[in-house]
């Protein structure tokens, strides 16, 4: 059982540094809100190209 529990919290470990990591990358919550919302945007983007109507 003690085995698991190690394993579970190297695991949370490297879960929250990957996000931290993520989250420095794009400066802020905010700055990722943006970068999301600018992804969302080239997604309709395409979409409205593809349409055959």
Sequence with gaps: MNEFRNLRDTV???????????M???NT???FGRDLEK???KIEKKAEQKKNY
């Design 12 to 22: 949370l470990a490297i879960l929250l540094l990957v996000a931290m990591v993520g």
């Design 29 to 31: 919550v905010e700055g």
């Design 39 to 41: 992804l969302g945007d």
């Design 24 to 26: 420095y990358g794009c």
